[in-house]
């Protein structure tokens, strides 16, 4: 009757027909057929009360036994529905256990003790399994059947052992006795039958479901005793997993995709200039295809979009520009600009003063240095009193050489207020001159001796609290015997600028856009040389600019002037005026002589003995009938009435020196002085420029030759 059940389940399930595969692209349309592999971890439980009537024992029975083994087989799977499936799976299933139990005896000689005997099973099945497997949301799975099979060569072995006392023995004079090893385990079922239920979770490895791991737990327990008439049950826990492959699976599906093309027209809309640039996007258009190729299957979305520029247009400006001559306080058109010019030889003078900046001891990149005395030559230098100045180490270094007995003493000093008590600062300023002299010159260290002042402070200092006179004290001064070391330099024959007409400009943009315009820039220009420029926001105003004199001297090559406005507008748009000055140059019939002399300390009025030697050096070289004029100047610090009054003092004082000295006849003007710059210098930035100004000027004019 067994048999028969069991053939009937396997009849049945084998007998179900698996559908057709279809050319699809989702498992989820066939009726999977899976063979699989499966491989689980037991736990065996024997339950009863038995004593195996080939070993019996005394008086107890075997109760409850156990083990843990491997079971493994093999499995056809089919679903019947995507929900329902059909397991047959064949198995090697261990039902091993180990039993053990305890009584109490009496030994010879009256001795109570207590053995132990103790059952080993060696028992397993190959079985056949068929099982009902249902799917429950997210693949977990219920299953549940009947099993049917044939226990393989089941044994057994049997002992008993004396536990106590522990110096005693049976009577075969051992501790065990009625040993079985191996013997046949006689009355179990030919057939044994049973239930199997459990769960699992299937774990789908590839998109197609052809391959499948899925973890299971089962309960197995037989319908009979494992061994007939007696009271022994059995029972399985087995958990593991089971590898299936589908063998109609669909192919696997092709990967999808996503590509999207954009198409783009423009329209573009003009606004008005000074409207703002934007870009506005248009509603897409979509069509989509679908690309199949034996690789993949594309989703294609072509987009078609038209967008809209709004471009402001470009704007139109006009720049217009005229030039007017202010004189006199009135206003004309400019016809043309007169320069006028004169021929001079003038005499430069040489302060002998090396000036430095605050706390330093090395020289100002003020003075010009060189590497060698090849690269200095006195034709080189421009006819101005700063740049004199500037050349004057190399002056110093020229003259020594081709004098070569002359000796300097360099006096290093400091600022009384801003470096007092700092002696070696003066002392290394003394030194920095000297080792220019040795080094780039080649004068012998011997004659130039460096050293400084008893309290290191100039003597005749400069005591205005101020950086102006403060720079005034941190200074080197050059004191020698030989006066033609300090003597001016060279008496130059040039043609100066000696007058500009008209003496300002205005430049006029009247007639320039002063819509859609940004900003403005006038450059004024004689050949490439740029006299001033200007600019700013917006359209400008009528510019008004005074000519200078080193703007005269500029515009003295005669070349035409030449005006620029430039006007930048929005969208960089950019426009120009040009207007064209002729310039005239008029060169008068007079002629000047100049000497131009460092005399004077801060306040004083007093001509020391090398600016007599030189006065007197100059005025052998005036012509008889001359006019000479002596200017006074001083460096416009502090107050202007005591300025204007030292610098006539000043002239008067150079005056006495040429009535005493002058032997021909000529036409002596000593009451000039000067509310300006002296010539030459342009500012009271530096202290040589204010050291320059404390100066007179001697002027000789005569009939050009």
């Not at 005399?599 to 052998?620: C, H, M, T, W, Y």
């Amino acid at each position: 009757m067994k048999h028969g059940i069991f053939l009937m389940m396997l009849a049945f399930v084998c007998g179900i027909p698996v559908r057709a595969q279809q050319d699809t692209l989702f498992p989820e349309d066939v009726w999977l057929t899976q063979i699989g592999l499966s491989l689980y971890g037991s736990s065996i439980t024997h339950a009863g009360a038995f004593t195996l009537p080939q070993a019996p024992t005394c008086c107890t029975a075997y109760g409850q036994g156990g083990s843990i083994g491997l079971a493994y087989g093999l499995s056809i799977r089919q679903e019947i529905t995507k929900h329902v499936r059909l397991v047959v799976r064949g198995m090697l299933v261990p039902w091993s256990a180990s039993f053990s139990t305890t009584e109490n005896l009496l030994l010879s000689g009256q001795v109570n003790g207590t053995s132990r005997h103790e059952l080993d099973v060696s028992l397993s099945a190959l079985t056949g399994e068929a099982l009902v497997d249902i799917r429950l949301p997210g693949n977990v799975r219920v299953m549940g059947g009947v099993w049917a099979g044939q226990y393989t060569d089941p044994t057994f072995s049997q002992r008993e052992v004396l536990v106590t006392p522990s110096g005693g023995t049976f009577e075969n004079l051992r501790r065990v006795r009625g040993e079985t090893s191996n013997a046949a385990l006689v009355g179990t079922p030919s057939m044994p039958l049973g239930l199997s239920i459990g769960g699992g979770w299937d774990w789908h490895l590839t998109e197609n479901h052809s391959w499948t791991v899925t973890p299971e737990v089962l309960f197995m327990r037989p319908f009979d005793a494992v061994v007939e008439g007696l009271d022994w049950n059995v029972s399985q826990l087995r958990a593991g997993v089971t590898l299936t492959y589908a063998l109609n699976a669909p192919k696997p599906p092709l990967p999808v995709l996503f590509r999207r093309e954009l198409t783009v027209d423009t329209v573009v809309v003009t606004l008005a200039a000074d409207a703002s640039e934007r870009y506005s996007e248009g509603p897409e258009r979509v069509k989509t295809d679908t690309i199949r190729t034996s690789d993949d299957i594309t989703i294609l979305d072509r987009v078609a979009r038209t967008d809209t520029v709004f471009t402001p247009e470009r704007p139109s400006i006009t720049a217009a520009i005229s030039v007017k001559a202010i004189e006199d306080g009135k206003t004309s058109d400019v016809f043309g600009i007169r320069v006028s010019t004169q021929f001079v030889t003038e005499a430069l003078p040489v302060l002998p003063v090396v000036f430095f900046d605050g706390r330093a001891a090395q020289l100002s990149s003020r003075y010009r240095r060189i590497s060698g005395p090849a690269e200095f030559s006195f034709d080189r230098i421009p006819p101005r009193t700063t740049d004199v100045h500037r050349e004057v180490m190399n002056i110093l270094g020229q003259r020594l050489r081709t004098r070569a007995t002359s000796r300097i003493r360099l006096v290093g000093t400091i600022d009384p207020t801003t470096e007092a008590g700092e002696c070696d600062l003066a002392r290394r300023r003394a030194e920095a001159v000297r080792d220019y002299l040795v080094n780039t010159w080649g004068i012998d260290a011997s004659r130039v001796e460096a050293t400084t002042t008893t309290t290191c402070v100039p003597e005749r200092v400069t005591r205005q609290q101020s950086e102006d006179g403060y720079s005034e004290n941190r200074r080197v001064e050059i004191v020698t015997d030989d006066l033609e070391l300090l003597a001016p330099v060279g008496r130059k024959r040039f043609n100066e600028t000696r007058g500009i007409t008209p003496p300002r400009l205005q430049f006029d943009p009247s007639g320039s856009s002063r819509r859609f315009v940004e900003g403005w820039r006038l450059a004024v220009r004689t050949g490439t040389t740029e006299l001033f420029a200007d600019s700013g926001a917006g359209t400008p105003s009528s510019i008004v600019r005074e000519l200078s004199a080193v703007q005269a001297e500029q515009m003295a090559s005669g070349i035409p002037v030449s005006v620029e406005l430039t006007l930048f507008g929005i969208r960089g748009v950019t426009e120009r005026a040009v207007a064209t000055i002729p310039v005239n140059k008029d060169t008068v019939a007079t002629e000047y002589e100049r000497l131009t002399l460092t005399l004077f300390d801060v306040a004083s009025d007093k001509v020391g003995p090398v600016a007599e030697a030189q006065i007197r050096s100059f005025v052998n070289t005036v012509p008889a009938g001359s006019t000479v004029r002596v200017r006074g100047f001083a460096d416009l610090l502090g107050n202007a009435k005591f300025n204007q009054e030292l610098s006539l003092k000043r002239a008067n004082a150079v005056c006495s020196v040429l009535k005493n000295t002058m032997q021909r006849r000529v036409t002596l003007r000593c009451d000039e002085v000067s509310a300006g710059y002296p010539p030459g210098i342009e500012s009271y930035t530096t202290p040589e420029e204010r050291f320059l100004s404390r100066t007179v000027q001697i002027e000789v004019q005569r009939a050009r030759p």
